[in-house]
C-alpha cells in the first residue's frame, strides 16, 4: 500500500483557519483523485472534499464555501484550506488516493467556543 501522512491538524477558535496536508510516496497524489474525509467522536466517516487528476473539485454541502481543496505547484501534495471553522468540525481528517481502502493515521483538528 502506499503510505499516505496527513498532517497540519491543531487547535483554533471558532472563525478560525487550518491547513491540512496530504502527502504520499511517488506521484500517487498527482496522477490521481485525492478525496478529503473526517470522522468526529462517535460518528460516522464523512466526505468532505475532492480534487481529480485533472483539478477539478467538489465539496460536501456542510463545508461548501467554507473549504478549499488544491494541489501545490509541484502536484506533490493535495491540501485542504478550511477557514471559518465551526465547533461541528472537530473531527480526525483522513485523505484517499485513487479511491481505495488505503488510510493514513490521521490529523485532528479541533475548534472550540
Known amino acids: 500500500q502506499v503510505q499516505l501522512v496527513e498532517s497540519g491538524g491543531g487547535f483554533v477558535q471558532t472563525g478560525g483557519s487550518l491547513r491540512l496536508f496530504c502527502t504520499a510516496s511517488?506521484?500517487?497524489?498527482?496522477?490521481?483523485?485525492v478525496d478529503w474525509y473526517r470522522q468526529g467522536s462517535n460518528s460516522e466517516r464523512e466526505w468532505i472534499a475532492r480534487i481529480t487528476a485533472d483539478g477539478g473539485t467538489a465539496y460536501a454541502d456542510s463545508v461548501k464555501g467554507r473549504f478549499i481543496i488544491a494541489r501545490d505547484g509541484t502536484r506533490n501534495t493535495v491540501y485542504v484550506q478550511m477557514n471559518n471553522l465551526k465547533p461541528e468540525d472537530t473531527a480526525v481528517y483522513y485523505c484517499?488516493?485513487?479511491?481505495?481502502?488505503?488510510w493514513g493515521q490521521g490529523t485532528q483538528v479541533t475548534v472550540s467556543s
Open positions: 484517499n488516493i485513487g479511491e481505495t481502502d488505503n
Open positions: 511517488g506521484s500517487f497524489v498527482k496522477d490521481n483523485t
